[in-house]
């Protein structure tokens, strides 16, 4: 079983939705960091939840293409819009309580820290040797 599970698949679903943001997590100095990456999108228009040991970000990048516009004639047109929802299964040793976020130059970033009690079960165990 893997350690962090996307809830939903993401193969056809981006394409479906009209995008979907890219995302990493990244395991290191006793926590987790997921970092979204989101141009164009303002951090009033995301929204992030923990329900029932599932993280949720949802947000909402609004389209800026004006029809009509007198003096523009648009010849290529690749940016996405809409809405976008990723949700993760948070692994047991999450301190959910302690998840933090910022937002800056269009990237959001989580810190997901392991609890206490997670980082104190660590176990080395030692190899016998036949000789």
Same mark, same amino acid.
Do not use: C
């Given at each position: 079983?893997?350690m962090?599970?996307? &809830?939903?698949? /993401?193969?056809? /679903? !981006?394409?479906?939705?009209?995008?979907m943001?890219?995302?990493e997590?990244?395991?290191?100095?006793?926590?987790l960091? #997921?970092?979204?990456e /989101?141009?164009?999108?303002? !951090?009033?228009?995301?929204?992030? &939840?923990?329900?029932d @040991?599932?993280?949720?970000?949802?947000g909402e990048?609004?389209?800026?293409?004006?029809?009509g516009?007198?003096?523009?004639?648009?010849?290529?047109?690749?940016?996405?819009?809409? +809405?976008?929802?990723? +949700?993760? &299964?948070?692994?047991?040793?999450?301190?959910?309580?302690?998840?933090?976020a910022?937002?800056?130059? @269009?990237? #959001?970033?989580? &810190? #997901?820290?392991? +609890?206490?009690?997670?980082?104190a079960?660590?176990k080395?165990?030692?190899?016998?040797?036949n000789?």
């Open positions: 079983r893997q962090f599970e996307a &809830t939903i698949p /993401l193969d056809s /679903l !981006a394409e479906a939705l009209g995008w943001p890219a995302m997590i990244v395991e290191k100095n006793g926590g960091f #997921l970092t979204a /989101l141009p164009g999108v303002f !951090a009033k228009d995301v929204d992030i &939840t923990v329900e @040991g599932v993280l949720n970000i949802r990048k609004k389209e800026e293409h004006k029809e516009e007198p003096d523009s004639k648009y010849y290529v047109w690749e940016r996405r819009f809409g +809405s976008f929802q990723r +949700s993760f &299964t948070l692994p047991r040793e999450i301190d959910a309580e302690k998840i933090s910022k937002f800056e130059s @269009g990237v #959001l970033i989580l &810190t #997901l820290p392991k +609890s206490e009690k997670a980082k079960q660590g080395k165990i030692p190899i016998a040797v000789k």
